[in-house]
Each structure stands twice: as C-alpha cells, then as structure tokens.
Nanobody, 115 residues
Framework: QVQLVESGGGLVQAGGSLRLSCACS????????MGWHRQAPGKQRELVAD???????NYADAVKGRFTISRDNAKSTVYLQMNGLKPEDTAVYYC?????????WGQGTQVTVSS
C-alpha cells in the first residue's frame, strides 16, 4: 500500500514561485515512478511532469522551462518547483505514484495564481 500526502500549495501572484512536496509512505515508494498532475475547474486532469525511479524526467509542453520535478529517495519525497507561474496554472495539483499497473493518488493541493 502507498500513501501520498501533498503540501506547499497556496495563493501566489503571476510570475511568482511555489514548491510542492509529496511525501510517500510505503515499501514501494523508492521503486515507483512519481508524477504531478493537475485539474482545473471544468477540465480533465492532465499530466504536469513525471520522474522515474532512476531520475528521468518528462514535462508537459505548457510547463517546460518553468517547472522542475525532482525526487529524494532517501526521504521518499518528490518535489515540483514551479517558477514563472501564470493564471492558467491555477488548479488542484495531485501527486501520483505508479508501480507496475497500479496508480496511487494523493488528496491534492490547491494552487491559485492571481493576475
């Protein structure tokens, strides 16, 4: 079983920065691919960025050059550094852990970017 707890969301002005954290508990955390997804009101949940257990990263085009995903396997934590935030980044951000065919999700953290 995997449990994920996100933190670090909040309200920020356009151009500002936030750092999201996702603490993973469970014996599979170090082996799992981890990712951040987001869901804005009225829209489908979408991938923001993900990272393999070996550190290979992948980003959505909308966030390339602005967001950075990283992980600390010793702390079983994955981070999302968000710089140059835009109002269109406003959404609930969810942490995801993927091991084999199993996906686990956190409860989400709200990010609101004001113009």
């Amino acid at each position: 079983q995997v449990q994920l707890v996100e933190s670090g969301g909040g309200l920020v002005q356009a151009g500002g920065s936030l750092r999201l954290s996702c603490a993973c508990s469970g014996r599979l955390c170090s082996y799992a691919a981890m990712g951040w997804h987001r869901q804005a009101p009225g829209k489908q949940r979408e991938l923001v960025a993900d990272i393999t257990n070996g550190g290979t990263t992948n980003y959505a085009d909308a966030v390339k050059g602005r967001f950075t995903i990283s992980r600390d396997n010793a702390k079983s934590t994955v981070y999302l550094q968000m710089n140059g935030l835009k109002p269109e980044d406003t959404a609930v951000y969810y942490c995801r852990s993927r091991y084999g065919r199993n996906d686990y999700w956190g409860q989400g953290t709200q990010v609101t970017v004001s113009s």
